[in-house]
């Protein structure tokens, strides 16, 4: 039930995030910063709840899980620093590795809830 509510959570605030990021890249709604790095953080702890959930389950991946811990580490390192790392005419590097982060983020979640969901359904059927 758990993973259940963590991907719904990831699902609705990775969603709100990306909408709001990519209303940040045409100038709009900059007053919004705030709410989206909110969002992008609530994201990030819905994948390490998944990730940690799923690898603790009985025939989860340790590997998967800690891919889940790395990817949305690396998602917060950058988020958070975004604003000071390469500027100048070459910053939309960083925004366009924001962007794939954030992907991954939402991608990985769904990817161990699905695992998650099918190592439980097995073992519960057996």
């Known amino acids: 039930m758990v993973i259940r509510i963590a991907s ?9 995030a990306l909408i709001l990021g990519l209303l940040f890249w045409t100038n709009s709604a900059l007053n919004l910063i705030q709410m989206h790095m909110l969002l992008g953080l609530l994201a ?3 994948l390490w709840v998944i990730g940690i959930g799923q690898a603790f389950s009985k025939g ?9 811990l790395v990817v949305g580490a690396a998602m917060i390192i950058i988020g958070l ?4 790392l390469m500027l100048g005419p070459f910053h939309w590097i960083v925004q366009i590795l924001h962007l794939v982060l954030g992907l991954l983020v939402i991608g990985m979640g769904h990817i161990c809830a699905a695992r998650y969901r099918k ?6 059927a057996k």
Request: with cysteine; aromatic share 6%; net charge neutral.
């Open 81 to 84: 620093n975004q604003s000071a």
């Open 8 to 16: 719904v959570v990831l699902s609705f605030a990775g969603l709100l």
């Open 60 to 68: 989860g991946s340790w590997l998967l899980g800690a891919c889940a």
């Open 119 to 124: 190592v439980t359904t097995s073992t519960m």
């Open 44 to 46: 990030v702890g819905a």
